[in-house]
C-alpha cells in the first residue's frame, strides 16, 4: 500500500489516527448498509420473480380469450365493442424510504369500480370470450403496475448496492490500509527520532562527567 505523503510529526500522527478511526467506523456503517440493501434487494427480486410468473400467466390466458373472440366474432364488431372504453385509470407515483434510496410506489384508482361497469358494449352482438379477455386484461393490470414498482425498485436497490460496494472497497483496501502504514511509518520515524536524542544526551552526559573527571585532577 501507499504512504501518504505527510511530514512525519506528532501533530500529524494525532490527525492520522483520527482520520483512520473515522475511515474504521465508516467502513462498518457502509458495509452494514450494504448487508440491509442486500437483504431488501433479494426480498424485492422473489417477490418480482412469483409476481412476474402470474403476470404472464395471466396474460397468456387473456390473449388465448382474444384469439378465441377473434376467431368467432368479426373484426369490426371487436373494433366497435372497444371503441370507447368506460374503464379509466388513474396512477398516482409516491416514494418509500430504504436504506437513502427513494423507491417509487404506484397507487392506481379506476372510474369504474363495479365488475360489469368495465364492459363498453351491449351483450347482443358479442361473445362471452372477449368478455373473459376483457375481465382478464382488468385483472392483470393491477399485477403489471406492481412488477413495474417491483423491478423498478430492485433496479435502483441495485445501483445503490454497487456505489456502496465501491465505497466499502476503497476504504477496506485503499484508505485504511494507506492510514495504517502512514501511521506506521510516523511511528517509527519518531521511535528513530527519539533513539537519538537519547543517545545524544547520553553521549553528551559522558563527556560532561569525563570534562568534571578531568577538571577534578
Known amino acids: 500500500m501507499a504512504q501518504l505523503n505527510v511530514n512525519p510529526t506528532r501533530m500529524e500522527l494525532t490527525r492520522l489516527k483520527k482520520s483512520l478511526a473515522v475511515a ?9 448498509k450494504r448487508d440491509e440493501l442486500m437483504r431488501q434487494f433479494l426480498d424485492i427480486v422473489r417477490e418480482a420473480k412469483v409476481l412476474r410468473e402470474n403476470t404472464e400467466k395471466k396474460l397468456k390466458a387473456a390473449n388465448q380469450s382474444f384469439a378465441i373472440a377473434g376467431s368467432v366474432l368479426q373484426r369490426e364488431v371487436i373494433d366497435s365493442a372497444l371503441l370507447l372504453p368506460k374503464q379509466e385509470v388513474t396512477l398516482e407515483v409516491g416514494e418509500r424510504n430504504i436504506m437513502s434510496v427513494d423507491i417509487p410506489v404506484f397507487k392506481t384508482t379506476t372510474r369504474a369500480t363495479a365488475e360489469g361497469d368495465m364492459f363498453s358494449y351491449g351483450y347482443a352482438y358479442t361473445g362471452g370470450d372477449l368478455d373473459d379477455a376483457i375481465s382478464a386484461l382488468s385483472d392483470v393490470s393491477a399485477d403489471m403496475l406492481k412488477l413495474a414498482e417491483l423491478e423498478k425498485a430492485a433496479g435502483m436497490l441495485a445501483g445503490e448496492i454497487e456505489r456502496t460496494r465501491r465505497r466499502v472497497n476503497a476504504l477496506e483496501y485503499v484508505m485504511i490500509p494507506d492510514y495504517q502504514d502512514t501511521i506506521k511509518y510516523i511511528t517509527m520515524k519518531l521511535d528513530e527520532s527519539e533513539r537519538s536524542n537519547i543517545t545524544r544526551l547520553m553521549k553528551i ?9 578531568e577538571a577534578s585532577k
Do not use: S
Open 205 to 213: 552526559k559522558d563527556m560532561m562527567v569525563a570534562e568534571r573527571i
Open 24 to 32: 474504521l467506523r465508516g467502513h462498518k456503517l457502509l458495509k452494514d
